[in-house]
């Protein structure tokens, strides 16, 4: 049941390399960013890039924002038991995950979420919450977080594909970090998240709760 | 598609009639009257001032979108050809490239009162705040702004305050090549650099 998400829109599933395609394309995108963006009379908006890849790009880094708070909070209560370096990996990917999405945000002229104090709070109370229920529950915790993630990027990789080639450079970032994420979920099931107390209610209000925080960075 | 290829060729009637309004301005205004010389001479009807149901504030705004976009690839050209040796202090370049984009109002200072009243509109507000943000952000951006949180949006409303408050110091300037306007802008430059 919960491997579902995987077989929709999966691409070739080839590691990509990061580093070479973002030198062109920041190359390719600054050359693009100044083109005159046509100007419809009523419109509120003069931007750089259409309304709904910022809304995504915005929408993305303040989930990893969160999400780094989040693993954060886990680590510091608890860093020394046997589940911090589980921890500890997932939170290095949540960082390399957010420092891409800042380089989007410059890359894009994006504007970024106006709520990153209000996430940095939020996640890091989440993480350390959960986590002084137990290692198991921070489990359960990392593991609604992770879904609710890997259907939003579901989501926006179907938007994307209406347009593979213009997309090109969100595409592989999305569809890569979906995966990471998807592993982190799997990782979290396979230490006994399922067995907190609760499970069920826990989690669906965790991700009830990401829900919201998604709906509302798209805009703000 | 197809869809588009009207719209766009639309948007281009639109713009050419526009932009050929503009040197009737400081006779007309802001206004369908100099909307409709301007399509004359391009070769419209004078009725066709009717495509711009806003009239006046369609022209303010796309001067005003224009002058931005040539504000922006100025100091895209600038930072770029940059020797990074040299690297403009921010609050230099800030202040050089706020007078760059105050100066291209000069031309049409007489009746600049006149578009301000017009942008201050309730419908036109929205239009006015999305451009006055690409503005500051334009501007932030190339002086080196590469934040991502909350002060993004501090420096920016800082700006657009500084912005305006010199916009409108400029309109009342008597002064020589309005350099009380430059003094003005430069002191309240200063000021903030203090915080």
């Known amino acids: ?170 595409l592989q970032v999305i569809q890569k970090f979906r995966d990471d994420e998807q592993e982190h979920h799997d990782a979290g099931l396979g230490h006994g998240a399922e067995q907190t107390p609760f499970y069920k209610i826990f989690t669906e209000g965790i991700k009830l709760g990401c829900k919201a925080a998604i709906a509302i960075s798209k805009v703000v | 598609g197809e869809e588009d290829n009207t719209n766009e060729k639309e948007y281009k009637i639109k713009y050419k009639i526009l932009e050929a309004s503009l040197p009737f301005v400081q006779e007309h205004g802001w206004t369908k009257n100099a909307i409709s010389e301007g399509a004359r001479t391009v070769g419209y009807p004078g009725t066709a001032h009717g495509l711009f149901p806003r009239g006046g504030a369609e022209l303010v705004q796309y001067f005003y979108v224009i002058c931005n976009q040539q504000l922006a690839q100025t100091l895209k050209k600038e930072t770029e050809a940059a020797d990074p040796s040299k690297c403009k202090e921010p609050a230099l370049f800030i202040q050089g490239a706020v007078e760059k984009r105050l100066r291209m109002i000069i031309p049409y200072i007489g009746m600049w009162p006149q578009a301000l009243v017009i942008m201050s509109l309730p419908p036109n507000v929205p239009p006015a705040l999305a451009n006055l943000l690409t503005l500051v952000d334009d501007i932030c951006y190339y002086a080196g702004d590469r934040s991502v949180d909350f002060s993004w949006y501090s420096r920016r409303v800082a700006l657009a305050g500084i912005y305006k408050m010199t916009e409108l110091y400029m309109i009342q300037d008597k002064s020589a090549d309005f350099e009380e306007t430059w003094h003005f802008l430069g002191r309240r430059i200063e000021d903030v650099s203090q915080l």
């Open chain 1, 1 to 170: 049941m919960f491997h579902k998400n995987r077989d929709h829109c999966r691409h070739s599933g080839h590691l990509f390399h990061l580093r070479t395609v973002q030198r062109q394309h920041q190359a390719m995108h600054r050359a693009m960013l100044i083109k005159a963006p046509v100007v419809p009379s009523g419109v509120r908006y003069v931007s750089r890039s259409s309304r709904e890849i910022e809304s995504m790009i915005r929408v993305n880094h303040a989930g990893e924002l969160g999400a780094d708070r989040i693993y954060a909070g886990q680590m510091a209560v608890l860093g020394r038991t046997s589940v911090g370096p589980l921890i500890q990996h997932m939170w290095e990917q949540e960082k390399e995950h957010k420092a891409k999405f800042e380089d989007l945000i410059n890359n894009y002229r994006v504007r970024p979420t106006a709520l990153v104090p209000i996430w940095n709070v939020a996640g890091f109370v989440l993480g350390a919450g959960s986590a002084l229920l137990g290692p198991k529950a921070a489990m359960a915790c990392t593991v609604a977080v992770e879904s609710v993630i890997v259907d939003h990027y579901n989501d926006q990789i179907r938007t994307l594909m209406s347009d593979q080639e213009a997309n090109k450079e969100l």
